[in-house]
């Protein structure tokens, strides 16, 4: 970095593997930074990674929109968004003017460019076994399909039957590879499968952002290359990450046995992540009354639990779900030693409510 320091912008380079096309890293990204994310790469999946298909980003968010804006060139042209999904996606769709389809929206005259897989999941908080990552990446390539790799929470796995994999893991030891990445406000997006002008492409839109926030590229840097076993920090570092992931594991399961303990409310088990996405079952009288306030039956209730307690969760109706059903997400934040209390107040709120709409 120029004068040792993480100002605005960081330099411009020239990369001759790409065909000595000038690469600005403001755009890309710092060089040394995306080596060392691409050795964490190919140390994870055991697969190589090329630093130059790595874009430094903000966060997930620059990521999606920039794929966004290179896939979806019409009205007539549509992402697969599997429910319930997050609303980041359906957001940017629309923002970008493109449509959350289905594969048969093709007979419709819509052109389907690519399929959303969030994995650990969002909100359902599920991991996908390797096995089911293998048919969806048949579909994509039988469907001709961009596979976009949603993996943030890729270290928030409690199941301990199930395990993190990449896509591009399982692209690659597949023969195929398409695959984005992204991370926390520190991201970053490693864009692979496509030929030289196409990457150029992706180069373009970069361009228009400018380069991502130096000390967030700095971090991304660093998730990629955790203290190894014989560093000075590696003790500490364990026993923090450990504790972090234990604690969560723990508040899932507090909060999922609290969930399914309230009338009406069956929660699935949080496999990863940081969410749980209970279906909640109300009363006629319920959905009445959340019509005559103009809101969706969930939105309602979860509007109700926030004006009486503080608890916020986020009504299903804003992921997409099965018509006819209510659900929230919720997530597994909250300090361990405040979860107690959340769930007196929520147990509270939720028997006086079902009480009070009782048909």
Not at 67 to 94: E, F, H, K, T, W
Not at 168 to 194: A, L, N, P
Not at 259 to 282: D, R
Request: a neutral charge.
């Amino acid at each position: 970095m120029p004068g040792r320091a993480t100002g605005a912008y960081s330099h411009s380079q020239v990369v001759n593997s790409f065909a000595d096309l000038y690469i600005d890293t403001c755009t890309l990204g710092i060089k040394g930074l995306r080596d060392t994310i691409a050795a964490g790469i190919e140390a994870r999946d055991g697969f190589p990674a090329d630093p130059n298909d790595i874009f430094l980003t903000d966060g997930a968010s620059p990521g999606v929109h920039m794929m966004m804006q290179l896939l979806i060139r019409s009205v007539n042209d549509g992402i697969l968004c599997p429910i319930p999904q997050y609303s980041l996606y359906s957001a940017s769709i629309a923002l970008h003017g493109g449509t959350l389809a289905a594969v048969a929206a093709r007979q419709k005259g819509i052109a389907v460019r690519a399929l959303v897989v969030i994995n650990p999941g969002n909100p359902t908080g599920q991991v996908l076994a390797e096995e089911n990552q293998r048919q969806i990446v048949d579909f994509c390539k039988k469907e001709g399909l961009v596979l976009l790799a949603d993996e943030v929470y890729q270290d928030n796995v409690y199941a301990p039957d199930k395990k993190f994999h990449s896509f591009k893991k399982i692209c690659r030891s597949m023969g195929y590879g398409c695959h984005g990445e992204c991370g926390k406000r520190g991201g970053y997006m490693e864009v692979t499968g496509f030929g030289f002008e196409v990457r150029e492409q992706f180069y373009k839109v970069a361009s228009v952002n400018l380069c991502a926030n130096i000390s967030s590229q700095i971090l991304a840097s660093l998730v990629m290359s955790p203290p190894k076993v014989g560093d000075e920090s590696y003790d500490a570092y364990l026993l923090e990450r450990d504790g972090i992931l234990e604690s969560l594991a723990r508040r899932a399961k507090t909060l999922e046995d609290a969930f399914n303990s309230l009338e009406g409310v069956t929660c699935n088990k949080a496999e990863g992540a940081m969410y749980l996405f209970p279906q909640i079952i109300l009363s006629k009288k319920a959905i009445k009354a959340a019509k005559e306030a103009k809101k969706a039956t969930d939105a309602y209730y979860a509007i109700r639990l926030l004006n009486a307690t503080g608890v916020v969760v986020v009504p299903g109706s804003g992921f997409g779900q099965v018509p006819g059903t209510w659900h929230f997400r919720c997530t597994i934040l909250p300090h361990e030693n405040k979860i107690p209390a959340i769930i007196s107040r929520l147990t509270d709120f939720h028997t006086k409510f079902m009480d009070e709409f009782r048909d």
